[in-house]
């Protein structure tokens, strides 16, 4: 065998390895990750890459039990019932990934508890 051979054999695998690679993370991302609502622990878990372990309670951020995939917003008709367009606080804003952060992204809202002593 010449190198040629041996070089070309090893190219072979590359491009095959790449096109697979490829196709892989196009499956994932249609059918691996979570719609809007869904719950998720890492912001690649939703098909928007936002994931926030926050939620509403009257008009202030608490941490949420779980994360619940989001999306960016302007009102609070984009964001279906139970949940809210609002400004994210620091602490939701530190649940997504550092560059591309909306300003607004809609919230779950929970109902007040009396019993709630945060």
């Not at 979570?34 to 009257?58: A, I, N, T």
């Amino acid at each position: 065998m010449g190198v040629r051979s041996i070089l070309s054999k090893i190219g072979t695998v590359v491009i095959v390895l790449g096109v697979l690679g490829l196709g892989s993370l196009v499956a994932w991302n249609v059918f691996g990750q979570g719609p809007y609502g869904d719950s998720c622990s890492y912001s690649l878990g939703c098909r928007s890459f936002y994931c926030v372990k926050h939620e509403l309670r009257g008009e202030r951020q608490w941490a949420a039990p779980h994360g619940t995939c989001t999306k960016s917003c302007d009102h609070d008709d984009e964001c279906g019932s139970g949940a809210r367009c609002v400004t994210l606080s620091d602490d939701s804003l530190d649940d997504l990934p550092p560059f591309g952060k909306p300003d607004k992204a809609c919230l779950h809202v929970r109902p007040l508890d009396p019993e709630d002593r945060h």
